[in-house]
């Protein structure tokens, strides 16, 4: 069992940046991978951004070169620092980790709101 919970989210203008952070605790001696995803009303849940173990990430389109994703392994956190940010990035965004014992297993945060708007 792993909990996962976000932080960081809120308004924002056009341009401005916003720094998420998701803390994870419990089972997490066999954490494979965390990431952020994210979802607007009506649209599909999309990946943002996601570190795996051996520090390689991956970066979803809409990204855009934008947003940075890290992590830090002593505090079990891992952030996503978006700078440049549109209103078409307002949506709730998750926080994501997989675990793998013998296989892999997926769990999720609540979501922190982000709301870009002039």
């Known amino acids: 069992q792993v909990q996962l919970v976000e932080s960081g989210g809120g308004l924002a203008q056009p341009g401005g940046s916003l720094r998420l952070s998701c803390v994870a605790s419990?089972?997490?001696?066999?954490?494979?991978?965390m990431g952020w995803y994210r979802q607007a009303p009506g649209k599909q849940r999309e990946l943002v951004a996601r570190i795996i173990k051996d520090g390689r990430t991956n970066y979803g389109n809409s990204s855009e070169g934008r947003f940075t994703i890290s992590r830090d392994d002593a505090k079990n956190t891992v952030y996503l620092q978006m700078n440049s940010l549109k209103p078409e990035d307002t949506a709730v965004y998750y926080c994501?980790?997989?675990?793998?014992?013998?296989?892999?297993?997926?769990?999720w945060g609540q979501g922190t709101q982000v709301t870009v708007s002039s």
């Open positions: 419990g089972s997490i001696v066999r954490l494979h991978a």
């Open positions: 994501n980790a997989v675990i793998i014992v013998g296989s892999s297993y997926s769990y």
